[in-house]
């Protein structure tokens, strides 16, 4: 018997044998779960494929077409001064007047506008010959001695104009933003178009010019000239609440209470990546504002380590690569900071900053390089001295609000 044994032990698939038995058992939990994702994303595939054979039907691309401008001296180099602006999600006009009278103040009337003010900020640029520039335009990646470096790139752009490159920070429709003018993004299966859910008089609806994106789609399709390459802007994404008003976050355990919020999970993260390729198409470009919107202040490089490889496993897997990073509130740290060092040899290499500064372009590749922005609202164009300001200063309402120090 003993001998037996001694040889069964002794021949090797017997092992193999044992492996997979104690895998299978191991991971179980998570085959099943696996197993009802993949029967779920089968139900949806042949709805996906409909609708995506509905958006190249319906699909209108709205590039500023250089080879058919009348001759090469309607494209300049341009060495000028770049333009780097941003906004906060729009509120409604019922939140803001709500907000003046409380404790909130300063964030709501300082710091955020209304979709009619972003609408005319958009006309205003418009009006004074800006145009809206590609990041990647600008500064392009190259891969030298092992890894990704930026490049200066030279612009050239139709004569007359002035580059513009516009993001939109913390568009996450989070619970810190639950009562603002829209819940989610969506692309409309009757025109495959990006639009916005709103409720109005109770009702859920669909609109094309309550929110930033689907508005300034819009109004790029109306006004090519605006947008340099069908070029629109940048949008910065945290994860930790989901992403576009979708849950995108982490699936349970499969048990037999679960199993609806398995579905439930699947259709959002199938319907979040829907919309990340339609914004694509339509020009829109991504970037990482930290997947729980930390401040980089206190934190160590082990808890920004644990933040960002979340960024990856549940915003990235939504909307693909980037290599821009934009720091929450805007507390930038310095290049020989360890932090810094990890988020590079994690291929980010355009990191945007929040504030005054100064951006110097260098022809030369580097590690990284650093973008200062400015937030477009009241309390910019209170207090800022920038002449390009004063383009704005008729369009937001500096008269309803008093600004006090910096929020």
């Not at 007047?97 to 710091?111: A, E, G, P």
């Not at 849950?247 to 979040?272: E, M």
């Not at 990482?288 to 380590?305: A, E, L, P, S, W």
Request: hydrophobic share 35%.
């Amino acid at each position: 018997m003993f001998e037996k044994l001694k040889y069964l032990f002794s021949f090797k698939w017997f092992y193999i044998f044992l492996f997979i038995v104690l895998s299978i058992f191991t991971f179980w939990d998570e085959i099943v779960i696996g197993r009802e994702t993949f029967k779920i994303m089968m139900e949806y595939r042949n709805d996906f494929n409909q609708k995506s054979k509905l958006a190249v039907k319906h699909q209108k691309y709205n590039f500023l077409d250089i080879e058919g401008i009348s001759s090469m001296e309607d494209m300049i180099t341009y060495t000028g001064k770049i333009e780097y602006i941003f906004f906060h999600p729009i509120i409604s006009e019922k939140e803001r007047n709500i907000h003046r009278k409380s404790i909130d103040q300063k964030k709501f009337n300082n710091l955020f506008i209304t979709i009619d003010e972003f609408k005319m900020c958009v006309q205003k640029l418009y009006e004074n010959n800006y145009i809206l520039v590609n990041i990647d335009d600008i500064y392009k990646q190259v891969f030298i001695e092992g890894k990704w470096k930026i490049e200066r790139q030279t612009l050239k752009i139709p004569k007359g104009k002035k580059p513009v490159i516009l993001f939109i920070d913390d568009l996450s429709y989070n619970s810190y933003m639950l009562n603002f003018a829209s819940s989610k993004l969506i692309v409309d299966e009757s025109d495959s178009t990006i639009k916005s859910v709103i409720y109005e008089d109770g009702s859920l609806k669909f609109s094309s010019d309550s929110e930033m994106i689907p508005f300034l789609n819009n109004f790029v399709e109306n006004h090519p000239d605006f947008s340099l390459n069908n070029a629109k802007g940048v949008i910065s994404l945290t994860g930790h609440e989901g992403v576009f008003g979708y849950n995108t976050g982490k699936f349970p355990r499969k048990d037999k209470d679960n199993l609806d919020t398995i579905r439930r999970l699947t259709k959002d993260i199938y319907d979040a990546k829907a919309v990340a390729e339609a914004l694509k198409d339509k020009g829109w470009k991504f970037a990482c504002h930290t997947y729980g919107y930390i401040n980089f202040k206190n934190v160590t490089t082990d808890y920004i380590r644990n933040d960002i490889e979340n960024w990856f496993k549940y915003v990235s897997n939504i909307v693909g690569t980037t290599n821009i990073f934009v720091y929450p509130e805007g507390n930038f740290m310095n290049e020989d900071d360890e932090r810094v060092k990890y988020l590079i040899s994690n291929g980010f290499n355009i990191f945007c900053i929040s504030g005054e500064g100064i951006n110097k372009d260098s022809f030369k590749i580097k590690d990284h390089v650093n973008v200062y922005r400015d937030l477009i609202c009241y309390e910019t164009i209170k207090n800022c001295k920038k002449d390009f300001y004063k383009i704005f200063e008729d369009v937001i309402d500096l008269h309803k609000i008093t600004v006090s120090k910096k929020f």
